[in-house]
């Protein structure tokens, strides 16, 4: 497995992967698979700023994780929020925390602090993923989505990845092409 910063011609392949996601579950809240055009509007848009990185098994796509704002207020900067997805074809493999691990020492090089991702409940594989990377559960939202005739909670988990120093630096914007 080789971990790597995504690329445009990425789009296909994580469009692929996403949209069984998004068509067949509520993991995600989009009830319409994006283009592979919008895969790659979005990667143009997040990496700019943020890590995006694609795990590749034997030159396919494996899976994708990557970090944007937790929120837009200013104070909220040293935070981000994290997401994985791995295909289907490659699922239980590692790939999830091969990413996971790579996307979490790049934000601390960065100037992050705090990682939270939202789950929706229930997805035991998911939380499993996070808990055993030490996120921790911290909240959760009841009743939030409506999708495939039926309502459901997300619960949000935490996970400390900087110092939490008095002064921190400013985060660092990500260059994807160091």
Same mark, same amino acid.
């Given at each position: 497995?080789? #971990?790597?910063?995504?690329?445009?011609?990425?789009?296909? $392949? #994580?469009? @692929? #992967?996403?949209?069984?996601?998004?068509?067949?579950?509520?993991?995600?809240?989009?009830? $319409?698979?994006?283009?592979?055009?919008?895969?790659?509007?979005? #990667?143009?848009? %997040?990496?700019?700023?943020?890590?995006? !990185?694609?795990? $590749?098994?034997?030159?396919?796509? @494996?899976?994708?994780?990557?970090?944007?704002?937790?929120?837009?207020?200013?104070?909220?900067?040293?935070?981000?929020?994290?997401?994985?997805?791995?295909?289907?074809?490659?699922?239980?493999?590692?790939?999830? $925390? @091969? =990413?996971?691990?790579? !996307?979490?020492?790049? +934000?601390?090089?960065? &100037?992050?602090?705090?990682?939270?991702? &939202?789950?929706?409940?229930? *997805?035991?594989?998911?939380? /499993?993923?996070?808990?055993? =990377?030490?996120?921790?559960? %911290? &909240?959760?939202?009841?009743?939030?989505?409506?999708?495939? /005739?039926?309502?459901? *909670?997300?619960?949000?988990?935490? +996970? @400390? %990845?900087?110092?939490?120093?008095?002064?921190?630096?400013?985060?660092?914007?990500? *260059?994807?092409?160091?």
């Amino acid at each position: 497995m080789r #971990i790597r910063a995504v690329t445009a011609s990425d789009a296909d $392949e #994580i469009a @692929a #992967i996403y949209a069984p996601i998004v068509r067949d579950t509520a993991i995600s809240f989009e009830t $319409e698979p994006p283009t592979s055009a919008e895969i790659g509007s979005r #990667i143009a848009h %997040i990496a700019k700023r943020f890590p995006w !990185l694609v795990a $590749e098994v034997d030159g396919r796509v @494996a899976g994708y994780a990557y970090a944007c704002p937790h929120r837009d207020r200013a104070a909220y900067r040293w935070s981000v929020d994290v997401t994985v997805y791995v295909h289907s074809d490659f699922r239980r493999r590692g790939v999830g $925390e @091969a =990413l996971y691990r790579d !996307l979490f020492h790049q +934000l601390r090089q960065l &100037g992050y602090q705090s990682a939270f991702a &939202g789950i929706t409940l229930p *997805n035991p594989a998911s939380v /499993g993923l996070h808990e055993s =990377l030490g996120f921790r559960p %911290i &909240g959760m939202y009841e009743r939030v989505g409506f999708k495939h /005739g039926s309502w459901h *909670n997300t619960g949000w988990w935490g +996970l @400390a %990845i900087g110092d939490f120093e008095d002064s921190p630096r400013e985060p660092a914007p990500h *260059n994807q092409d160091k």
